[in-house]
């Protein structure tokens, strides 16, 4: 983890233009990236649960198959890319004060699927930056079109996200494109067959995991963040270390990853798709 701090003064070799300043630029992948990319959101894909669940309302009646990838960019902003930064030193710096890594997910107990499927099956020289002691993964993020400018300018907006969701008010990512693709555009009005969404794979640092075992009701009071690692409470009066995240998965169709800190995420590629018969 000490090793992990000194690597990570420096914005990714991989990137175009390593002087930008703070200004954002959205830039074209490289086949390579873009052929990586393109295949984590067709393995994601589960068509048989299109339309399935209360965030896919209208999506059934389009009766596609498919997302087809149309064009892969990344995201360079230094400014929003340098808080992740410090965010990732600060986490290191806390397992480091525990002295010990972060759990793996993996080992959870009575977790089933371990790393994000979108870092699992994403090809290995996309993952050489991540650090797996903090549990450092790649997720996907679904977003309307009209966001993507705000949402690379200044990253992801905490202010957006909905406080009666079901795990509080955090930024929601998953590992399937068939989840991410629910909130790609508004569920009264779904946007036709041809039209180019977004989707969003992003860098996030999940730390240590907190694993809800049980769907909260709707009369329960939702989660103010992550639960303590002491008492599993999220109002607690330990004052000790929390979790870093929140994972749902047993009684959902689809995992979702929830982080509470717009630091701990960086919006890294925008993939713009089509559904497709």
């Given amino acids: 983890m000490e090793n992990a701090k000194k690597e990570n003064d420096h914005i990714p070799d991989y990137w175009t233009n390593h ?95 371990g790393d994000p499927d979108t870092t699992q099956d994403l090809d290995d020289f996309m993952k050489r930056d991540l650090c797996p002691e903090i549990n450092e993964c790649y997720v996907l993020h679904g977003t309307k079109v009209e966001r993507i400018g705000g949402l ?43 039209y180019r969404n977004k989707l969003i794979l992003s860098r996030v640092l999940l730390g240590n995991v907190y694993l809800c075992k049980e769907k909260p009701r709707q009369d329960e009071q939702k989660l103010s963040g992550p639960p303590c690692l002491n008492c599993l409470k999220d109002r607690c009066r330990c004052n000790g270390p929390k979790f870093d995240s929140v994972l749902g998965e047993r009684y959902l169709r689809f995992r979702e990853f929830v982080t509470y800190d717009t630091s701990n995420i960086y919006p890294e590629y925008v993939i713009t798709y089509k559904r497709a018969k």
């Fill in 19 to 113: 002087r930008t300043g703070n200004k954002k630029i959205l830039v074209p992948v490289d086949q390579r990236t873009f052929k990586a990319i393109k295949e984590i959101v067709h393995r994601t894909w589960n068509k048989e649960l299109t339309g399935k669940g209360l965030d896919a309302k209208g999506l059934e009646e389009l009766k596609y198959t498919k997302l087809d990838v149309i064009m892969v960019q990344r995201v360079e902003n230094p400014k929003v890319f340098g808080n992740y930064q410090r965010a990732k030193n600060e986490l290191l710096d806390k397992m480091i004060a525990l002295r010990e890594p972060s759990r793996r997910i993996e080992s959870i107990p009575g977790e089933k699927g």
């Fill in 152 to 194: 690379s300018d200044r990253g992801l907006n905490l202010r957006q996200a909905d406080p009666n969701a079901m795990f509080g008010k955090g930024i929601y990512t998953t590992d399937s494109s068939t989840k991410a693709d629910q909130y790609a555009d508004n569920p009264v009005h779904r946007r036709p067959l041809n």
